[in-house]
């Protein structure tokens, strides 16, 4: 796997906006950064990773080869993780992943961490979030809507009772960034879904026609 592992400054810039502590709830999961330049590989095929990614910025190319030599490219996703599958089954994965642009992400040794990673419930909880958005894609093709976009607005209601007060906890619960977190907002402004408060509260719109 090609990577460079990012130190000073640039290390401790991406550790406050991506801290650990919004993706483990155990505080002994330690989280590095590193970078990769467009073209070089994050993960090879059947290959067992010894990181897990997640990629924070730029876009990752996921693919796979047919039986027949084909290509098989994946939809383009925002957050990503690689090397969760691989890390809870114990198997390799049939997929490439490349980066198609420069990407940044923070990345978790799985010989150190690979135990408390599969017993940490707030890792668990993305994790299954994720997968359910991957199985959405691949069941539902053509749907332009971000699902990112949609766990949110039911996180908003059904979890927050249609009103969002901490942005951070969202993130956290959601396995998204902060950063994600603030474009789904403003998406769902512009959709007239939310209305924004102030100070950083957000409430879903209320249709009388629902009653």
């Not at 089954?89 to 997929?95: E, H, L, M």
């Not at 512009?190 to 950083?200: A, P, S, T, V």
């Amino acid at each position: 796997m090609d990577m460079k592992v990012l130190t000073g400054k640039r290390a401790e810039e991406l550790a406050a906006e991506y801290p650990a502590s919004v993706f483990f709830s155990d505080t002994s999961i330690g989280m590095d950064y590193a970078e990769w330049r467009k073209g070089e590989m994050l993960a090879s095929a059947f290959d067992m990773p010894g990181f897990l990614i997640f990629v924070f910025s730029g876009k990752v190319k996921v693919s796979a080869y047919r039986e027949d030599g084909s290509e098989f490219v994946l939809p383009s996703e925002n957050d990503i993780v690689i090397g969760d599958i691989q890390l809870m089954t114990g198997k390799p994965s049939p997929f490439y992943a490349e980066a198609a642009s420069d990407v940044v992400g923070g990345i978790v040794s799985i010989d150190r961490f690979g135990e408390a990673l599969k017993n940490d419930v707030l890792f668990l909880r993305g994790t299954l979030s994720l997968m359910a958005e991957h199985m959405d894609r691949m069941l539902l093709p053509g749907i332009s809507s971000d699902p990112s976009s949609e766990r949110l607005f039911a996180y908003i209601v059904n979890i927050c009772n249609g009103r969002l007060e901490n942005v951070s906890q969202a993130a956290s619960t959601l396995h998204l960034s902060r950063r994600h977190v603030h474009r789904l907002l403003q998406s769902l402004l512009d959709e007239g879904r939310l209305i924004h408060e102030g100070h950083g509260v957000y409430r879903r719109w209320h249709n009388p026609s629902d009653d």
